[in-house]
């Protein structure tokens, strides 16, 4: 097994003996505290910060099995000028595609700012032989991927296999060598929260640079209760040993109003040094458009129509 | 033993459900305190009839006529209820009889208002009304409820979805419509039907990026101004009359499409 990197007392592995010293999540009391937070009132020139830095943090995503070179193209010029109207719109963080189209975007983003994320061992099910995952992973970083998206295995996961878990993302991590690794709970097939704690703590120690909630393939994904979970773990990894490791909401964000209720429970959670889109993304694919709309709104007036923006 | 009076609370028909503004403001309108609708209530409505627009577009226009009758069977019930809020019963029987006149123009509108063009070339060439779209309708102020039908029932029976904003100072009648709608199988958010104090919500209607057309037959104040704002979406503005009826009014609110279609392949 690889060396942990360094975590708060009792976190140290291997986990199982350790599992009930990392304490248990109040559901009752989490899900309070999401929806409090959820309520706060973000108007007029906050909104407008809120809403470009919503924009700064999206990883521009497309993961269909109908993608094609042609549509990864149009989301890579999108990605780089996401109004093409407003030169004062910033660029989005990171594109994100499947394996395939990694060297699309790659040509596409070249000299740019905006990154090329991929998604990677065996998404979205992470059920593979580790070898398949591994020489997936060293593919993407070879064609040129910035960011690496791995699944965790859930089987392994919930049958209590923990180990594997940790193993796999340790080999994945040196698999991806300088990328950027994100490590993808799908915390809707996790079931509870104390699970989503497990894991994002588990993840964290293997050496994760992102936590991310969901792949996006699920119909329960980033709900606000699993995300202040997760941010809360961060905190917990933060507090004690003062490692930063970034966090990566996706899946079902689609509106701004969301976007913004995450960035408050980031602000709120771990502070603004954390309102960075190198600590912090929005795994979106639709949100874009609707936040670029309420921005027009904000500085207009008026209020906008879905008709005057790219569909896509 | 007497019993405790049930009161009526007069709230706004936004998405086939009758919420209070999201303000919690009302206005005292006809002795009673009736909601007033903010901008967020008009987004709200205009959002609501986005959504309901297209299932009601593409409804046949025989399904939407029988919908627009049973309407006037829902108004007919509540005859006695409408004529107390309006200039009587006269007043509710000629806005009865609008809507059928209306409901019956339905699936008769494609042929009168659309036509086989005859063109110099191996082509068919016709020209088919379809809905605009989204319809915000500003109600004149008098008569009540005759003004609420007359503009309401043109965009509606072309398969329009409304937001309606009613007479600033009779609303009641246009809430007790509200009440027949509900009840007429018109899908929720095909007619919407805010109430409110005029200049303050015609600009949001006006100025809104989603309204396709508007009808200023009961605005008051700078109509210039209004038009102004419907000129950024170029929306098509019909200045409405509070007593017509004619075949022509629901032509102010449909696009014509031409389709050019080659003979022999």
């Known amino acids: 097994m690889a060396q942990a990197p360094v975590l708060p007392r009792g976190f140290e592995l291997p986990l199982e003996p350790r599992l009930p010293r990392i304490g248990s999540v109040d559901q009752v009391a989490v899900e309070e505290r999401a929806a409090t937070l959820g309520k706060r009132s973000i108007k007029r020139e906050a909104k407008l910060w809120a809403l470009d830095l919503a924009i700064r943090t999206i990883d521009l995503t497309t993961l269909e099995g109908s993608d094609t070179p042609g549509k990864v ?99 994945v991590k040196e698999a991806s060598g300088s990328a950027h690794l994100k490590v993808i709970l799908e915390t809707g097939e996790l079931g509870t929260y104390d699970n989503v704690r497990r894991a994002s703590l588990l993840a964290m120690a293997a050496g994760a640079d ?6 996006g393939k699920l119909p329960s994904a980033a709900t606000l209760p699993v995300a202040l979970v997760m941010l809360e773990a961060i905190r917990d990894v933060y507090e004690e040993t003062g490692r930063m490791v970034g966090m990566k909401p996706a899946g079902g964000i689609r509106n701004a109003k969301q976007a913004v209720q995450h960035l408050v429970l980031v602000h709120e959670t771990l502070g603004p040094d954390w309102l960075t889109p190198d600590l912090y993304r929005l795994g979106a694919s639709s949100l874009l458009n609707d936040v670029l709309l309420q921005i027009r709104k904000e500085r207009t007036g008026a209020y906008q129509s879905p008709d005057y923006f790219t569909i896509d | 033993m007497s019993r405790l009076p049930v009161r009526k609370t007069y709230k706004l028909f936004v998405g086939g459900a009758f919420p209070r503004s999201e303000s919690g ?47 006037a069977e829902m108004m007919e019930a509540r005859h006695a209820e409408l004529a107390d809020l309006c200039s009587g019963a006269s007043e509710v029987e ?12 339905a699936d008769k509108l494609a042929q009168v208002l659309g036509s086989s063009n005859p063109v110099a070339g191996p082509y068919f060439n016709f020209t088919v009304p379809e809905p605009t779209g989204v319809v915000g309708v500003l109600c004149p102020e ?80 700078d109509v210039a101004e209004l038009e102004r704002a419907a000129a950024a979406n170029v929306k098509r503005v019909v200045h409405g009359a509070a007593d017509g009826q004619s075949p022509w009014e629901v032509l102010s609110f449909l696009e014509l499409k031409t389709v050019w279609h080659p003979i022999g392949v």
């Open chain 2, 25 to 71: 403001r009302t206005y005292e309108a006809e002795g009673q305190n009736v909601a007033r609708a903010s901008r967020k209530d008009v987004r709200d409505a205009v959002r609501a009839a986005r959504g309901a627009f297209p299932k009601w577009a593409s409804m046949t226009a025989y399904n939407r006529g029988q919908v627009l009758y049973r309407l």
């Open chain 2, 142 to 221: 008098e008569p009540a409820l005759l003004g609420l039908v007359t503009r309401l029932l043109p965009p509606l029976v072309g398969g329009n979805a409304v937001v309606a904003v009613a007479s600033e100072a009779r609303p009641l009648a246009a809430v007790e419509l509200a009440e027949a709608l509900a009840t007429s199988d018109v899908p929720g958010g095909v007619v919407n039907i805010l109430t409110g104090l005029k200049r303050e919500l015609a600009p949001v209607l006006a100025a809104h990026m989603d309204v396709n057309a508007l009808d200023l037959a009961g605005a008051d104040g």
């Open chain 1, 210 to 215: 992102f936590v991310k909630t969901s792949t």
């Open chain 1, 73 to 171: 193209a149009a989301l890579c010029s999108k990605a780089v000028r996401p109004d093409p109207v407003d030169p004062s719109i910033p660029s989005v963080a990171a594109v994100c595609v499947y394996p395939n189209l990694v060297p699309v975007a790659v040509e596409r983003l070249r000299g740019g700012a905006v990154k090329v994320a991929s998604v990677a061992t065996a998404f979205p099910s992470g059920q593979a032989p580790l070898d398949v995952k591994l020489a997936e992973v060293r593919d993407v970083v070879e064609a040129g991927a910035d960011e690496v998206d791995m699944v965790i295995d859930r089987g392994a996961f919930l049958s209590g296999r923990y180990a594997k878990v940790y193993d796999e993302i340790v080999r």
């Open chain 2, 94 to 105: 000629q806005a009865i009889d609008r809507v059928v006149w209306y409901a019956g123009w």
